[in-house]
């Protein structure tokens, strides 16, 4: 059976080849930019999802802000509370200091926990180099003893503690007695910025050395000595800390035991279910304005369709007009100019499917921190819009099509 | 002359074009019947009305007034009507073979019975095999000579078996020796296959072939022939 329709595309190579490039360029679009900036997001969120905790304690009124705060907000002796007071629903409460860093380009939400936390922070994932920081909490010991100890007598804790801030110098933390400067950066920064164990950084004002390298997956990209975090990003008051993660015990019910430590605390309590809700919030107007340039080029990209087969019709009256001499009904014309719309979408739709799958690889290998996220659920919506578009940039041209007068455009040959 | 044989008759014929002050009358009541089997050549000077009187008999336009039967049946003035009598029973040859230059010869044929929503029963080979040119179905228009192009035009006007074959200058663009080889077919098909003809011709030589001229002059028959 003769295709009238393909015989078209393929006597017009170029024409088809660029029409269809412009689709493929405005689904690449669609598919990529989607998967970029979901996929960035939500890899922030699956990293925090990937904690093994329950809970999160962040300061009170923080809300969906927990999900971009940082710095010293919450005493971290609050952990110490609610294990004493909670210890029949908590088992493990861990303080984390937030505080950026910029590193390999790029800033990144830093944790700082203490390293018997570590773990928690991490997934439970092992470290694929290196060690972690302050292993031994030499560090911790020291600073606690030279910036807390004087805080034992009542009364005058705080002038104490900022007499001993003006006094430690960044060779007192370096000390190799007790090195507070290191880190540890999970997998896909090292690859980013081709950092290794060992290797001494300058960052946010430091010089630390790269001592352990984590498995990707884990809360941050960066993690840092609780004490160390605290020390340098609180104004040098260790007491206090970001947020806490709260691990309940197996079998406790996540909403009750939110609830229940609430009232003992007074600050948010929230499930780490929530985070991704949360960052949605937050950063979800980004997929709006995403969202909307896709539409916009998806719409110049059927336009271009459009024009592609009003002309085509311009063109071809006189082959429309031998078509209607041997009876081709307006259905036929109509199914003749969509066939055409739906194979050079098609054709465009599988070049755009293939140009994002090349665009993600390029992203990924060009800038490694970014994450294009390429899913079924977004390919199914290209396809999906491609086909409605296919069909709407076709019905003009094909209604012009239909309106062809068989008479006059044989006469005028 | 007996009404039942009649495959194609028209009546009283007006057709006119334009509006006003610029219209142009251009069949003024004509009348015509050709017999089933008949190879009828129409002849005239140009702008006489000879490609309007096709036009209106292949029902691919409506006339101002006037009646056409076609197959015994009155065709009225509503387009899907037109289209169905014209899908079924008509085949239409013209002076510039107008094939779908994106299309192979076979393709072509195929595309107009697909249109027609017909099956290919087999009239295309016959019909490739008895006009010599088996040999280029699977070419382009652009790949063939001109006498082949016209060749596979009268395939696929014939392809469905329609009740009547127009054919409008069908030598128009053809050298002598691929006119007579082509009048020579039409003669051939309206004799071998009882094939009903209406030709329009300005060739004195290709209307001596036919079984019957008309002449016409101002859209009126002047000569029945």
Known sequence: MANLPLANLLHHKLRSVLSALGIGIGICMLVTLSGLSRGSLFEVAERLESVDADLIVSPRGWGNNTSDKSGSALPDKYAKVILERHGDIVARAVPVFIWPIRLAGQDHRAAGVDPSDFSMLAGERPLDEGRCFDPDGRFAKWIEHKLLAPAETPGDATDIADEQVLELTQADLADPDHDGLELVIDSRLAKAGNFHVGQKVHASGHDWKIVGIVHVGAMTRIFLPLRTAQFLYGSGDVTKCTMILLKLKPGVQIGPASRQIHQTIGHDVIPLTRYRGMLLEKFGIIFVYVDIVNTIALVIAFLFIMVTLYTMVLQRTREIAILKSFGASNAFILRQVLAESLMLTGFGTAIGIALSFLAAWLIQTLKPLLTVSITWEWLGIAIAAAAAGAVLSGLYPAWRAMRVDVVEALTLE | ?225
């Open chain 2, 1 to 225: 002359m007996n009404d039942s044989n009649k495959i194609l008759k028209v009546e009283n014929l007006c057709k006119g074009y334009g509006k006003g002050p610029a219209r142009v009358e251009v069949l003024h009541g004509l009348s015509l019947s050709v017999r089933q089997g008949e190879f009828l050549a129409v002849m005239g000077p140009s702008g006489c009305g000879k490609s309007t009187l096709l036009h209106l008999m292949g029902l691919m336009d409506s006339p101002d007034s006037g009646r056409i039967s076609l197959e015994g049946h009155l065709v009225n003035g509503s387009a899907t009507q037109r289209t169905m009598f014209r899908r079924r029973s008509i085949g239409f040859v013209f002076q510039r073979f107008n094939l779908l230059g994106e299309l192979s010869a076979a393709d072509n044929v195929s595309i107009s019975l697909q249109v027609r929503q017909m099956a290919d029963d087999g009239r295309a080979g016959e019909l490739f095999e008895k006009l010599g040119i088996a040999h280029v179905r699977g070419r382009k228009p652009g790949q063939m000579s001109i006498g082949e192009q016209q060749r596979v035009a009268i395939v696929r006007a014939l392809a469905h078996r329609p009740a009547v074959l127009l054919a409008d200058e069908p030598t128009g663009n053809l050298d002598s020796a691929n006119s007579e080889v082509l009048l020579d077919h039409f003669r051939d098909l309206n004799r071998q296959d009882d094939q009903t003809i209406v030709m329009i011709t300005h060739s004195v030589e290709a209307a001596g072939r036919a079984d019957r001229t008309v002449r016409m002059k101002d859209g009126q028959i002047i000569d029945c022939g």
